[in-house]
């Protein structure tokens, strides 16, 4: 009976621990919201929230997601709504790329 309750005492505490794990925001990265106007291999270009267009590297282990699903980067087409986020110090390579075209919250996300 002690060992069920440790079992259980250990398993939830174990829970918790990856949970909060998970839940803790990257304080090294910087995110910013814009729209598709290109994708090769290694670089993407889109456009800001004020229409300005710049361009990122694409990290060798950059994440890309479609409304949530890991998805490729040929799934990404011009005019989608994307966020992307950097590492805080280097704007310039983008780690994570997530569209977000059928996501009715998009704007209301937090960065």
Do not use: W, Y
């Amino acid at each position: 009976m002690i060992l069920r309750m440790f079992s259980l005492a250990a398993l939830g505490f174990a829970l918790v621990l990856g949970t909060s794990a998970q839940a803790a925001p990257d304080v090294d990265a910087k995110t910013h919201d814009g729209k598709v106007v290109s994708v090769t291999a290694d670089k993407l270009v889109m456009t800001d929230k004020d229409g300005k267009e710049h361009s990122h590297t694409l990290g060798l282990d950059a994440k890309v997601s479609c409304d949530g699903n890991m998805c490729k980067l040929e799934d990404l087409k011009p005019g989608m709504k994307i966020r992307v986020t950097t590492k805080k110090d280097d704007r310039q390579v983008a780690t994570r790329i997530e569209a977000l075209d059928k996501n009715e919250d998009f704007e209301k996300r937090a960065k």
